[in-house]
């Protein structure tokens, strides 16, 4: 199975940071990664599909690159929703992998 | 819009089984396979399987496979998850979620299922 690593595993940030967040996979998986955001109690919402396209409804500050093993989520200016757990999966091949998670919450 | 509803919370003994649906609405349902996930308490996510739109076809995760069974039926527009041999570890919130490009845009609210010895 493809693993994902994810880092950091917890950050602290304050409104108004720019907060980026690391997504390594253990093979290529050419551009088959995807992020998603869960708040407690809910289930996860797909932010960003295929490493930088915005999923419909998701605000502009969210933003994605890389490609092959190593990619970055970007949240430009964090606003009071953000305070969430991220997560990066890949769609390369199955069975499909989550990284561990990581959880931005305030500082 | 799109609507994916499972059922309730589902209180099961070691050995039993929990067959858990998802009711959708609001898309061509016989157009979307859909994927079946679950977190443990306090953990992350695990991708249990797929089912595909065509053929019903079904991919399942290696560590499930022989204990899971994913159905649809499109005469109710509900998908099914059925887990057998249940075992403490098996506690988890189970989500549906559609999706057939390896990304998931809709999901369910998830169905707790707690397996007790």
């Known amino acids: 199975d493809i693993q994902m690593t994810q880092s950091p595993s917890s950050l602290s940030a304050s409104v108004g940071d720019r907060v980026t967040i690391s997504c390594r996979a253990s093979?290529?998986?050419?551009?088959?990664l995807n992020w998603y955001q869960q708040k407690p109690g809910e289930a996860p919402n797909l932010l960003i599909y295929a490493v930088s396209n915005l999923q419909s409804g998701v605000p502009s500050r969210f933003s994605g690159s890389g490609s092959g093993t190593d990619f970055i989520l970007t949240i430009n200016t964090l606003q009071p929703e953000d305070f969430a757990t991220y997560y990066c999966?890949?769609?390369?091949?199955?069975?499909?992998?989550f990284g561990q998670g990581t959880k931005v919450d305030i500082k | 819009q799109v609507r994916l509803v499972q059922s309730g919370v589902e209180v099961k003994r070691s050995g039993t089984s929990v067959k858990v649906s998802c009711k959708t609405s609001?898309?061509?349902?016989?157009?979307?396979?859909m994927t079946w996930l679950r977190q443990a308490p306090g953990q992350g996510l695990e991708w249990m399987g797929w089912?595909?739109?065509?053929?019903?076809?079904?991919t399942y995760s290696h560590k499930l496979e022989g204990r899971v069974t994913m159905t649809r039926d499109t005469s109710t527009n509900t998908a099914y998850m059925e887990l057998r041999s249940l075992r403490s570890d098996d506690t988890a919130v189970y989500f549906c979620a559609r999706g057939d490009y390896g990304f998931f845009d809709f999901w369910g609210q998830g169905t707790l299922v707690a397996v007790s010895s």
């Open positions: 089912i595909s739109a065509y053929k019903d076809s079904t």
């Open positions: 093979q290529n998986i050419g551009n088959y």
């Open positions: 609001g898309y061509a349902f016989n157009s979307y396979g």
């Open positions: 999966q890949q769609s390369d091949t199955m069975p499909f992998t």
